[in-house]
């Protein structure tokens, strides 16, 4: 399952408590350190992470980060033959944890922090700019 903040009454701020699966209580919580993997309708590259310091990364730092990521990622889908329209991103991370230690599978559960660590308009205008160098068509909404 994806913890997805946009759902319901989260919005962007990283240090937000989220509703843990196990305990269903608002104790989960991202590291102040990290990876988060981005893909575009589920496809992504090995090259399509980076690591985050809250501690230290300031808001343009992430901005940063993810642009690159995006670059790299339409860089190497401008050679597919045939472009599917990118519709669906995610941005995923599975550095969080829960204040009560439970027990997260978390091969299976993973935080999207589109809303968390960034704003979702933010990001889909990022992809749209990166995209259309490339002339490749997005339709990007939120999840
Ligand atoms: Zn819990």
Redesign the pocket.
């Known amino acids: 399952m994806i913890v997805n903040p946009l759902v319901g009454r989260y919005s962007f701020r990283y240090n937000l408590c989220m509703y843990?699966p196990?305990?269903f209580?608002d104790?989960?919580k991202l590291r102040s350190t990290g990876v988060v993997k981005i893909s575009f309708n589920g496809k992504s590259r090995n090259t399509s992470l980076f690591p985050y310091n809250l501690t230290k990364d300031s808001p343009a730092d992430l901005d940063k980060k993810m642009r690159e990521r995006i670059v790299d990622f339409m860089n190497w889908y401008r050679e597919f033959q045939n472009k599917a329209v990118l519709e669906k991103f995610e941005a995923l991370s599975s550095d969080f944890q829960?204040t009560?230690n439970?027990k997260i599978d978390y091969l299976h559960t993973k935080i999207s922090v589109v809303g968390l660590m960034f704003k979702f308009d933010q990001i889909k205008k990022m992809i749209e700019e990166e995209a259309q160098k490339h002339n490749i068509e997005t339709k990007i909404t939120k999840a």
């Open positions: 843990c196990v305990c209580q104790n989960l829960c009560n439970c």
